[in-house]
């Protein structure tokens, strides 16, 4: 779910999704569609997780809004003049959201090590398109 929230706001930026709707109106209530689709099953998710006793009783859509605040930070802009890398804002978003998310006697289950390889990835994916 990181890793499809981070592709996301990667490739999907204001400009671009501004031109699809003028440009192509039909495709972009199709995108639409599909993003409500979408964020119905992380609700979805974070309902589940919730009601398992894994997750922290918060609002799902304020989560999900909060993937939208990586889009200002992944700006090259931001980047320079914080000083940041973006392998540390990524890194720093993921462990964001896995203190936010997940009840203290969770976290122990989490296995970093995992992330790692994918924040990686992501991480030449975000450089590739910034610059």
């Known amino acids: 779910m990181f890793e499809q929230s981070v592709s996301l706001t990667i490739y999907f930026t204001e400009i671009f999704l501004k031109d699809l709707e003028t440009s192509y109106s ?3 209530s199709r995108f639409n569609e599909g ?18 006793g894994l ?11 909060q993937d939208e605040l990586l889009r200002g930070m992944l700006n090259v802009k931001y980047l320079m003049t914080n000083q940041l ?43 590739s398109s910034l610059f």
């Open 26 to 28: 039909d495709w972009y």
């Open 35 to 52: 993003m409500q689709q979408w964020e119905e099953q992380i609700l979805a998710y974070y309902q589940e997780g919730i009601r398992r």
């Open 55 to 65: 997750f922290h009783d918060l609002n799902g859509k304020v989560l999900i809004m």
């Open 85 to 127: 890398t973006v392998e540390q804002v990524l890194t720093d978003h993921y462990q964001l959201k896995k203190i936010q998310l997940f009840k203290p006697d969770k976290l122990s289950a989490i296995d970093d090590a995992l992330m790692r390889p994918r924040i990686e990835h992501l991480t030449h994916k975000v450089t």
